[in-house]
């Protein structure tokens, strides 16, 4: 695994990991990889997740009220054609009761004529039997030995005495069997009166209520308004057994409600009360039986969803990879460039040297042109007499001490001249900056500038690069002297804000920076000097040379009143926990 990764490893991913402070880019790009990762993520991701998730709520809400409506047109629909049912039996016995009278009933083969007919033309009907006031049935034609049986005291016969017509619920009865029964009441002239009853068929109940089993909805039964099961349920109980549920409140019309059952799963109950019966029609399925159809295309979507994801966080590592490896080898590209460009600000800075450089060269040089004359007159006078000791050994010494300036001005030259690596070494600050003030010393006699130097005496040695720390000088000194009338000043202070860094300020009283030019002058090319007398790139240097050092660089000034420069360095040459952010401000002042 780690070999596989390290094959696949961006070319970013270890800068800075290695090799010397000089490798390093001054950039994190472990950690611009990963905000762009996080952020096309973000992009990519959250629109597609917010419309899945509003795709769901909508569909979702959308299925739930398909779910209602389907069951409360099933209901509707059932419950329409058990009270079409019911009322047409009843209407059918009060046509009976109406169109012929107590003595043709009476009669046992116009009574089975008329079952025959009942039975012919609308159905349903298992039995007749003819009840006289006392509630002795005095006929009966049917399957059962009913006849001479007394329901005076049967619920159905109290009711439909009360009432001129019953339609009963299921029960037992004499016949030991679950039935329903359905009686009209007729006046007689006498002022007494008789029953007729039939007994439907339950089995056609079953039929119609089968129905909506079939459509796959689920359970579809009757109960009576005490709660007691009228017909076969298939997870509710038996008939005559009491319903495991709450009875639903009365209600008019049809209606839907999510219930929970005993093991807490949630339910979908449509009800209706069928008018004129005491029955109530339920049909009840499991919701998530319901939502099937609706679950079993989630489950699609949510498989394509997982694959967009997968394929939009693939597609984004390989875009931030590619995007921030182009970066990086842009930033790489960029660093050589800028020690090329430092490496020509330094020979530039070194070109305008040159006139004091040659001074300075040429004193120590008259000297020894001087005094290896006054050695050829001491010999020339001498003749063949010994010299005079004393006087040719102090002819010596100032030779020697002239080459020995020489040398020491070469030395800094060679310092100044060297490439641009970084190379990290202890580093007396005072010493650096006084190193630098020797090339301008000349310039500033010449002018009468005046330059203070304050180090603070306690501040610690760094662990810096001395070459890139002179360059910085020489380009900000450089900058002041241009900047500067005859008679100016120029402040060169170090002090110590806290523990890990060293707080140096260049401050002259020259021409200033315009407030329009402030946020430019770290740019590239950008100086406020005509073409002959700058190239641009000075402070730009300075800028790329303050960050390789891992410290900031800004600016304060203003037109005719001199500028500022403040450079913070970490005392012990290390990475520092300023951020890209921080740096940025700095660039702009």
């Not at 159905?123 to 009913?146: K, S, V």
């Not at 339950?202 to 109960?223: M, P, Y």
């Not at 931030?320 to 800028?338: E, K, M």
């Amino acid at each position: 695994m780690m070999s596989r990764w390290r094959l696949k490893k961006p070319v970013f991913w270890d800068q800075g990991a290695s090799g010397d402070a000089g490798d390093r880019p001054h950039f994190d790009f472990r950690r611009i990889w990963k905000r762009a990762v996080v952020l096309m993520l973000c992009v990519a991701l959250l629109p597609l997740l917010a419309l899945a998730w509003f795709d769901y709520q909508v569909t979702s809400q959308y299925s739930e009220n398909e779910i209602v409506l389907r069951t409360d047109r099933l209901v509707s629909n059932t419950k329409r054609t058990v009270a079409f049912f019911l009322e047409e039996r009843q209407a059918a016995l009060q046509f009976v009761v109406r169109e012929y009278g107590f003595a043709e009933l009476n009669d046992d083969r116009r009574l089975a004529g008329i079952l025959a007919n009942l039975g012919s033309s609308i159905g349903g009907f298992t039995d007749l039997g003819l009840f006289n006031a006392e509630g002795r049935q005095i006929r009966y034609i049917g399957p059962y030995a009913l006849k001479d049986r007394d329901y005076r005291d049967e619920p159905w016969f109290r009711e439909v005495v009360a009432a001129g017509s019953h339609v009963s619920d299921v029960y037992l009865g004499f016949r030991a069997e679950p039935h329903m029964v359905i009686a009209v009441k007729r006046e007689k002239e006498d002022g007494s009166f008789f029953v007729l009853r039939a007994t439907l068929n339950t089995v056609w109940f079953n039929e119609q209520l089968a129905h909506i089993r079939e459509s796959s909805f689920g359970d579809s039964f009757l109960i009576n308004r005490e709660g007691v099961i009228q017909t076969p349920t298939l997870a509710h109980g038996e008939v005559l057994d009491r319903f495991p549920l709450a009875i639903p409140a009365y209600a008019e019309d049809t209606r839907v409600a999510t219930i929970a059952d005993r093991q807490g799963r949630a339910l979908v109950m449509g009800y209706a009360y069928i008018p004129g019966s005491p029955f109530i029609l339920l049909a009840i399925g499991e919701k998530a039986e319901l939502l099937q159809p609706w679950l079993s295309t989630r489950l699609v979507v949510v498989l394509f969803l997982v694959g967009a994801v997968l394929l939009i966080v693939l597609v984004t590592l390989g875009v931030a990879t590619n995007l921030v490896g182009d970066i990086y080898r842009a930033d790489r590209d960029r660093a050589t460039a800028l020690r090329e460009a430092a490496r020509a600000n330094k020979l530039a800075s070194l070109g305008r040297l040159a006139a004091g450089v040659a001074h300075e060269i040429n004193n120590p040089l008259a000297i020894i042109n001087e005094k290896a004359g006054l050695l050829a007159d001491l010999l020339t006078r001498a003749g063949d007499a010994p010299p005079p000791k004393e006087k040719l050994l102090s002819q010596v010494e100032s030779i020697h001490r002239a080459v020995a300036r020489c040398a020491g001005i070469t030395r800094r030259l060679l310092g100044f001249a060297r490439p641009g690596e970084i190379k990290l070494e202890p580093v007396e600050l005072a010493e650096v900056v006084q190193e630098v003030l020797e090339f301008h010393g000349k310039e500033a006699a010449h002018r009468n500038i005046t330059v203070g130097v304050e180090i603070d005496p306690e501040l610690p040695v760094l662990t810096s690069d001395r070459n890139k720390l002179q360059q910085i000088f020489l380009n900000l000194v450089g900058n002041a002297f241009a900047a500067m009338e005859d008679r100016g000043h120029l402040y060169i202070t170090g002090s110590r804000p806290d523990t890990e860094r060293v707080l140096i300020t260049v401050t002259d009283d020259g021409c200033g920076i315009a407030e329009a030019d402030l946020k430019k002058v770290f740019e590239p090319f950008f100086s406020t000097k005509s073409k002959d007398e700058g190239t641009g790139l000075g402070l730009f240097v300075t800028y790329g040379l303050v960050r390789e050092l891992r410290g900031t660089i800004r600016v304060e000034s203003m037109a005719d009143a001199g500028t500022r420069f403040f450079i913070t360095l970490p005392l012990q040459g290390q990475d520092r926990a300023e951020n890209d952010e921080e740096q940025d401000a700095d660039f702009t002042g």
